[in-house]
């Protein structure tokens, strides 16, 4: 199955620590990663219907983290990676901060398009379509926008997902900036100007 980032696995170098097992840059927290650690078979660029917004705040990032809902009218783009259900497994549970080494049931999420696995930020199980006849499957929280806890993304987080959809899409700094500027939570707080400042690594971490 293709397993969608939207955030800060769409790097490589960050997914592999949740395969192979490692802290990712930037981290602080040590993953165990999966029973099969191999990369994954492929990767392409996709875009989600939905809408990605930042929310809460991340010890790591020490600013809000992306999520996403699938249900709010936009676009979201992703990077799909094709891993195992096996694979998937062990990388969804240590997003949800789960033990890993169990195949999690995704037969709900095969058939209705989401699942939750409990109430925390990234347990639930979103299945937006098919690539190649395949399912695409990805994580987020349980809450639409209005009932997010929307808050500000920090510059640093800010260029990882701009690093990441400019390998993922090709997208030129302007281009990421005014997308990155115009989502939820960090509409209000940054201008397409000022995360383009950041991108360009002129503006402390915040």
């Known amino acids: 199955m293709w397993y969608a980032a939207y955030g800060s696995n769409m790097h490589l170098d960050r997914l592999t620590c949740y395969l192979a097992g490692g802290v990712p840059p930037g981290g602080a927290h040590r993953n165990p990663g999966c029973r099969d650690p191999r ?5 392409e660029p996709v875009v989600l219907p939905g809408r990605l917004h930042f929310a809460w705040e991340s010890t ?6 992306a999520f996403y809902d699938p249900l709010a009218p936009d676009q979201t783009p992703a990077r799909a990676y094709l891993l195992s259900a096996e694979q998937f497994s062990d990388l969804a ?11 999690l049931d995704l037969s709900t999420v095969l058939a209705c398009g989401r699942d939750e696995f409990g109430p925390g930020r990234y347990q639930t199980l979103i299945c937006p379509g098919l690539l190649d006849g395949i399912p695409v499957l990805t994580v ?9 806890p929307l808050n500000a993304p920090a510059a640093r987080y800010l260029r990882h997902l701009a690093s990441g959809l400019h390998t993922a899409h090709g997208w030129s700094p302007v281009r990421s900036a005014d ?17 383009l400042t950041a991108l360009r690594g002129d503006r402390p971490d915040e």
Do not use: C
């Open 140 to 148: 987020t929280a349980p809450w639409r926008i209005a009932d997010a």
């Open 60 to 65: 790591v990032w020490t600013g809000a983290m």
């Open 93 to 103: 549970a240590q997003e949800m901060r789960h033990p890993t080494g169990h195949d």
């Open 179 to 195: 997308y990155l500027a115009t989502r939820p939570g960090a509409a209000g707080t940054w201008t397409p100007t000022a995360v």
């Open 39 to 43: 990369p994954p078979r492929r990767d």
